[in-house]
Nanobody
Framework: EVQLVESGGGSVQAGGSLRLSCTAS????????WGWYRQAPGDGCDLVVS????????WWRDSVKGRFTISQDNAENTVYLQMNNLKPEDSAVYYC???????????????WGQGTQVTVSS
């Protein structure tokens, strides 16, 4: 059974920072594709970032470019989303996704993880 356990969300003021973590079991991030999605109440599910192991590329949503970064700890099978200079429009539930487990579709369904809430106040 695959589980993606997200953590690190919280409430911050605009301009603040948060680092989200996602630890996987049943699937390995190392050498595979992965990413993060987010969904705000009443909004659709938006891909924030996705990585491609085939060419080492990373796709970023325009609205977070220059503010968010990613990293991973293969020994811990954990990926991170560092979010700096947060804005109120970044408020959402954030979900991590792995290839075959939310990355291609259903990223915000919560099938493999509960997501983590990020709230940014102005």
């Amino acid at each position: 059974e695959v589980q993606l356990v997200e953590s690190g969300g919280g409430s911050v003021q605009a301009g603040g920072s948060l680092r989200l973590s996602c630890t996987a079991s049943g699937v390995t991030f190392d050498g595979s594709d992965w990413g993060w999605y987010r969904q705000a109440p009443g909004d659709g599910c938006d891909l924030v970032v996705s990585t491609s192991s085939s060419d080492g590329s990373t796709w970023w949503r325009d609205s977070v470019k220059g503010r968010f970064t990613i990293s991973q700890d293969n020994a811990e099978n954990t990926v991170y989303l560092q979010m700096n200079n947060l804005k109120p429009e970044d408020s959402a539930v954030y979900y991590c996704a792995a290839k075959g487990y939310g990355l291609e579709h259903s990223g915000c369904k919560g099938y493999w993880g509960q997501g983590t809430q990020v709230t940014v106040s102005s």
